[in-house]
C-alpha cells in the first residue's frame, strides 16, 4: 500500500480550501492574505510531507522559509482586520522583510535558523493573543455577519503558533539528544492540531475590509453631555434611532469602523457604549437586528428564507442560522412555522362562539 503522510492531507484539504475561495468569486487580492496564507501552509505542508514521510531531506533549507511566509500572511491577515496596517505596508514590511530575513540568516548562520523560527511564531502567537483580548471588537474592520468566525480563527491562530513553537523546540531537543530519532514521529503529531487549527481558519475566509478607507468625518471627542452612562445611553439612542430609520443593519459589508463613521464617533465609543450598555459586542448587537427583521419578515411575508437572509444583512447561510438560533433557539424556517402555527390557533380561538 502508497504511504501517504499527514501532511499531504494537510496540504489536500488547503487546496480545497484555496480552490473553493477563488470559485466563489474572489481573487487572492479579495481574501488577501489570508488565502494566501493557507496556500503558503499548504506548500510548506507538501514539502514536510516530502522530507520526513520520502526522506528528501534537501527540502529542509525551504521549511523555515515557508513557515515563516505562511505565520507574516496569516498574522498580516488579522492586522488588516484590525486596521492596524494599510495594504502597501502588509505587503511589503510584514510578509516580504520577515520572509527575506530568516531566509538570509540560514544561509549566513545556518545553526540558528531553528531559534530563529520557534521566536517568531512565540512573537506572533503572543501578538494575535493580545490582539484577541480586545475581543471581537477588536477586529473593526472585519464584517460584522463574519466577525464571530474571523475571532474564533484568530484565538484559535494564536494558541496553534504557540504549539508550533513548542512542536519546533521539542523537534531542535530531540536533534540534539537524539539525533531526530524521534522528530518524524513528533511531526506526525503536530499535524493533528494543525488540521483542526486549518479548518477553523478556513471558516474564517470571508470577505476582505475595504480596499480603500470611507472618508473620514470630524469625529466630536464626546457625544452629550454629563456622565458616561448618560453619554452612553444618548449615543446608544442615536445608534438605535439610525438602525430603525436608515436600516444600516441592511449593509452585508458593514464593518464597526463603517458603523462609527456614519455615526461620526470614534469606533472605540461605540464599541464601549454597546459593550458596557447592552451587555454585546458590536456584532451580536447588529445581527440582533438583522435577526429581528428576518423574524418580522418571517411572519409577515412569504418570501423564502434565502430571500429575506440577504435583504437583513447576511450574506451567508452559515452565519445567518448561527445568529438566529443564538437569539431564537431555532432555525429560521422553524421560527416561521412556529409562529404562523401560533397565529392561526389564536385566529380560531378568536372566531370560536
Known amino acids: 500500500m502508497i504511504f501517504v503522510p499527514l501532511p499531504f492531507l494537510v496540504t489536500l484539504l488547503c487546496t480545497i480550501f484555496v480552490v473553493r475561495g477563488l470559485a466563489a468569486g474572489h481573487s487572492t487580492g479579495d481574501r488577501n492574505p489570508l488565502l494566501g496564507s493557507i496556500a503558503a501552509y499548504g506548500l510548506l505542508s ?6 520526513w514521510g520520502y526522506g528528501f531531506a534537501a527540502l529542509a533549507v525551504l521549511q523555515p522559509v515557508l ?6 500572511l496569516t498574522v498580516s491577515a488579522f492586522h488588516k482586520w484590525a486596521g492596524h496596517r494599510s495594504g502597501r505596508d502588509i505587503r511589503y514590511l510584514d510578509i516580504v522583510l520577515p520572509t527575506l530575513g530568516v531566509a538570509l540568516i540560514g544561509q ?18 503572543l501578538t494575535l493573543g493580545r490582539l ?9 474592520r472585519a464584517a460584522l455577519d463574519e466577525t464571530p468566525l474571523i475571532y474564533r ?50 471558516a474564517a475566509t470571508g470577505r476582505a475590509p475595504p ?11 464626546d457625544v452629550g453631555a454629563g456622565t458616561d452612562e448618560e453619554a452612553d445611553d444618548a449615543l446608544l439612542a442615536r445608534l438605535d434611532a439610525a438602525m430603525a430609520e436608515r ?25 464601549s457604549a454597546i459593550n458596557r450598555r447592552r ?75
Not at 517568531?120 to 502567537?125: E, K, M, T
Not at 484577541?132 to 473593526?140: Q, S
Not at 463603517?258 to 455615526?263: E, F, I, N, Q
Request: charged share 20%; aromatic share 6%; glycine share 6%.
Open 153 to 202: 480563527s484568530l484565538q484559535a491562530t494564536a494558541v496553534f503558533f504557540l504549539l508550533s513553537a513548542l512542536i519546533d523546540l521539542a523537534i531542535d531537543l530531540d536533534f540534539q539528544w537524539t539525533g531526530g530519532s524521534h522528530a518524524a514521529r513528533i511531526v506526525a503529531i503536530a499535524n493533528l492540531p494543525a488540521l483542526l487549527a486549518l479548518c477553523i481558519v478556513a
Open 247 to 271: 436600516g444600516l443593519h441592511r449593509d452585508p459589508d458593514l464593518t464597526l469602523e463603517r458603523l462609527a463613521r456614519k455615526l461620526a464617533v470614534p469606533a472605540r465609543q461605540v464599541s
Open 67 to 72: 513557515s515563516t511566509l505562511a505565520l507574516s
Open 132 to 140: 484577541a483580548l480586545g475581543g471581537a471588537d477588536a477586529l473593526p
Open 279 to 353: 451587555g454585546q459586542n458590536v456584532s451580536q448587537y447588529v445581527n440582533g437586528h438583522r435577526v429581528a427583521e428576518a423574524q418580522r419578515l418571517l411572519a409577515t411575508t412569504d418570501r423564502s428564507v434565502t430571500d429575506i437572509m440577504f435583504e437583513v444583512g447576511f450574506q451567508t447561510k452559515s452565519n445567518f442560522n448561527r445568529e438566529f438560533r443564538r437569539l431564537a433557539s431555532c432555525s429560521p424556517s422553524d421560527w416561521r412555522a412556529r409562529h404562523r402555527a401560533s397565529d392561526e390557533k389564536d385566529a380560531t380561538t378568536r372566531d370560536a362562539p
Open 211 to 221: 480596499r480603500e478607507p470611507l472618508p473620514s468625518r470630524p469625529a466630536p471627542a
Open 46 to 51: 507538501f514539502v514536510i510531507g516530502l522530507r
Open 108 to 125: 549566513i548562520v545556518p545553526g540558528a535558523i531553528g531559534w530563529v523560527i520557534i521566536a517568531l511564531f512565540v512573537a506572533a502567537g
